[in-house]
């Protein structure tokens, strides 16, 4: 892989969860949480934070790590099993209220920068078989195995979580050979892999796909899928700049709260000057980023639920109706309860 295409894939933005996850796993084998992260610029304390961001380039660092402490191959299988739809958010909850299983995964197939793979994912249907099959790997190559365990895994985690019952694999490929750790795929799968394969997938039977899935509601569903759209494009816009990307997912988990240039500064470890400065660096106001997290959040208030506008107001900290009003309007040109009444086709977000 070219590596400049690497390193620019290193900078990629992401939750903790996985990490978080890997973590747990670890602690319950004796290693300790300070060892995992050795290298990786992520603390214990950041690990307590659920707005924090990392980078896929952190992320590889610490799936070394725990590669090296274990000495357990099975490390990205037990981690995939144990990412169910609700580790991925706005995008777990989009797959779920999806009126079919094929609509669940070309959501998240729709969205890489949600999904957080380090694969080129895509959905086969052939016969009367479907897969989903995961193309180039975009990280270090000494992880491919263990990236390949924990993206199959956990794709096989979501199918389960959506259609809402157990599952078992009609067959499993994967490039590389035959490893140690070949009859855990059985428990998991409940399918032994082909090695040394065409292709790293997953098959089940294509009627899937067309069933609908048990939690399935349209409104929810075109809601979540703008919601996720929206996260895309601003981890896109944040992209190489982890401190943007951890400010705005702490503006967006309490506005309320750090939408006080003290309190946020304080969360991130630096003063209000330092703050400032930074965000200078970046190319924006602090007042800049927060109005527009306050605007995205507004209208997804607006449209997808029946809070009065004063509760929207002071979810997202005004202490005055008024005040959210006269942004409301500065932001989009309508006053709140305008837009709630009849909404845009395209909402003005900032």
């Known amino acids: 892989m070219d590596p400049a295409f690497a390193d620019d894939y290193d900078q990629r933005p992401m939750t903790l969860h996985t990490v978080s996850l890997t973590a747990k796993l670890l602690q319950a084998q004796g290693i300790a949480v300070s060892a995992l992260l050795s290298g ?207 400010v705005l997912h702490l503006l967006r988990s309490n506005p309320a709260h750090y939408g006080q240039l003290e309190v946020l500064a304080k969360s991130l470890c630096m003063s209000e000057r330092t703050l400032r400065r930074r965000l200078l660096a970046e190319g924006v106001h602090f007042q800049q980023v927060l109005d527009r997290v306050r605007c995205q959040m507004a209208v997804d208030y607006l449209e997808r639920t029946r809070l009065p506008i004063a509760e929207v107001a002071e979810r997202l900290g005004y202490s005055e109706t008024a005040s959210f009003r006269h942004a409301f309007r500065r932001w989009t040109g309508r006053c709140p309860s305008d837009w709630r009444s009849a909404p845009p086709a395209h909402a003005a977000t900032q």
């Open 40 to 246: 990786s610029r992520v603390s214990e304390s950041d690990l307590q934070t659920p707005a924090a961001m990392i980078t896929q380039g952190q992320e590889l660092t610490i799936f070394a790590n725990a590669l090296r402490l274990s000495q357990d191959t099975v490390i990205g299988l037990r981690i995939g099993r144990n990412m169910h739809v609700s580790s991925y958010g706005a995008l777990g909850y989009a797959m779920l209220v999806s009126p079919t299983l094929r609509d669940a995964l070309r959501c998240a197939l729709a969205f890489p920068g949600l999904l957080g793979s380090f694969f080129e994912l895509n959905l086969l249907e052939d016969g009367e078989l479907a897969a989903l099959v995961a193309g180039p790997h975009h990280a270090r190559a000494a992880l491919y195995p263990l990236n390949a365990d924990m993206c199959l895994a956990s794709l096989w985690a979501i199918i389960g979580d959506v259609l809402g019952r157990a599952t078992e694999a009609s067959a499993v490929s994967l490039r590389f050979p035959r490893p140690e750790h070949a009859p855990a795929y059985l428990s998991c799968f409940g399918v032994m892999p082909v090695f040394e394969a065409a292709c790293d997938a997953v098959w089940f039977p294509r009627e899937w796909l067309s069933q609908p899935l048990p939690l399935a509601e349209p409104v929810s569903h075109y809601m979540a899928v703008q919601q996720c759209e929206r996260l895309q494009q601003e981890w896109q816009q944040v992209q190489g700049s982890r401190l943007l990307a951890r």
